[in-house]
């Protein structure tokens, strides 16, 4: 069983709809984590991180944490087409280990 | 801010061939990192540097990869000899440093490696 588990889509979306993107997890141990986008042939740039539970909000994401069910969230608010990527999620206990998902495709239709 | 640069940027090259990977990171950061992620795959990490000393390279093929940071600025990763399983995109990353705390890693482009 692989520590991080991230469905790998594609999700297909149109237009101004709401993205819904998850994570889960085995380590315990992760206390930070992250979630990057990663468009074709660049390498990956960091959307928002998050430490231990909760919600984060920046403009049209809110990432959420759910430590004890061991399962984080992305949600991208009115879509738009240059929101097509492939979405990582990350996570990293002591030190600066990180820890990816395989990734989630996602392409917002216009 | 100039981003971490890599090069070359693609490589084509049969199995059993030796390659190698430079990557430079963003000015003043003192841990890079190389990982390798595969199509449809997350990056996995395969070695960690804190200036010119490695931290981590437990996930690092050994037999066939190496991998210096010789003046804590630059780095190269090399694979000698290639199989066919090393398709990949090599990914270089740098922060500031490590600690227990968050410590964001900027990513290059990548090198996409393709064994024939």
């Known amino acids: 069983q692989k520590e991080v588990e991230q469905d790998p889509g594609p999700l297909s979306v149109p237009e101004g709809a709401i993205v819904s993107l998850n994570c889960t997890y085995s380590n315990s141990a992760f206390q930070y984590f992250m979630w990057y986008r990663q468009y074709s042939r660049k390498g990956p740039e960091l959307l928002m991180y998050?430490?231990?539970?909760g919600n984060k909000e920046d403009g049209r994401f809110t990432a959420q944490v759910d430590k004890s069910s061991k399962y984080i969230s992305l949600f991208i608010r009115d879509s738009q087409p240059s929101d097509s990527a492939t979405y990582l999620c990350a996570m990293k206990a002591a030190g600066n280990k990180l820890t990816f998902g395989g990734g989630t495709r996602v392409l917002v239709k216009p | 801010e100039a981003g971490v640069a890599q090069s070359p940027r693609y490589k084509i090259i049969e199995k059993r061939q030796s390659v190698a990977f430079w990557c430079n990171p963003i000015?003043?950061?003192?841990?890079l990192y190389w990982y390798q992620q595969i199509l449809g795959q997350g990056p996995k990490l395969l070695i960690q540097?804190?200036?010119?000393?490695?931290?981590?390279d437990s996930q690092l093929p050994k037999d066939r990869f190496s991998a210096e940071r010789l003046k804590g600025v630059d780095s190269t990763l090399k694979i000698q000899p290639a199989k066919l399983e090393d398709s990949a995109v090599y990914l270089c990353?740098?922060?500031?440093?490590?600690?227990?705390?968050?410590?964001?890693?900027?990513f290059g482009p990548g090198t996409r490696l393709t064994v024939l």
């Open positions: 540097f804190q200036n010119n000393g490695v931290v981590d």
């Open positions: 990353a740098s922060s500031l440093h490590v600690d227990t705390t968050y410590n964001e890693q900027f």
């Open positions: 000015s003043g950061h003192a841990t």
């Open positions: 998050t430490y231990s539970s």
